[in-house]
């Protein structure tokens, strides 16, 4: 019943569309990813050739790589998970209300076409937190799945799965 929800959820969203001429990004975006950077952090080959740093919507892993910060229980894990679900893949970046962060990243949903069960994408945001390898960060007005990563996190907790399972919390 979850999977079927997370793949399918992008089509109820009000992410990805375009903002009336903007510089920035229009969505949906096909991206090569190049680069993962930890558990919710990838650099892409944006279609135009460009490179550009994404930080996953509404999710929050543990650092692994944040300066002056020492690397943080489950974080290993969740970079491992993320590399092996998008390292090297053509990613779907689907966007939210805001299209950056403070610290210039790209804000996006993530899709792994074709990944999900029936063929449908698989919403890496979503997936993370299932595994419980993710917290959630709902930081609004990018908040459209905010309910959504509630319930999986939550179900990954009361399963002991992932940080919920093995880190002090």
Known sequence: MICPMISSAWLFS?????????AEPSGPLTARVTHVVDG??????????SDDT???IGIDTPETVKPGTPVQ?????????NE????????TLRFDAERRDVYGRLLAY???????????????NAELARRGLARTLTIPPNDSFARLFARLAGRAGV????????CPL
């Open 84 to 91: 092996r679900l998008v390292g090297d893949r053509t990613v």
């Open 14 to 22: 009000r992410c990805g569309s375009d903002d009336g001429g903007s």
């Open 159 to 166: 399963r002991g799965r992932g940080l919920w399972g093995g």
């Open 54 to 56: 994404v930080r996953y």
């Open 40 to 49: 919710d952090t990838i650099d892409v080959e944006l279609p135009d050739g």
């Open 73 to 81: 229980c489950g974080g290993p894990e969740a970079h491992d998970a």
């Open 110 to 124: 993530v899709y792994l076409p074709g990944r999900g069960r029936g063929g449908r994408p698989l919403f890496v």
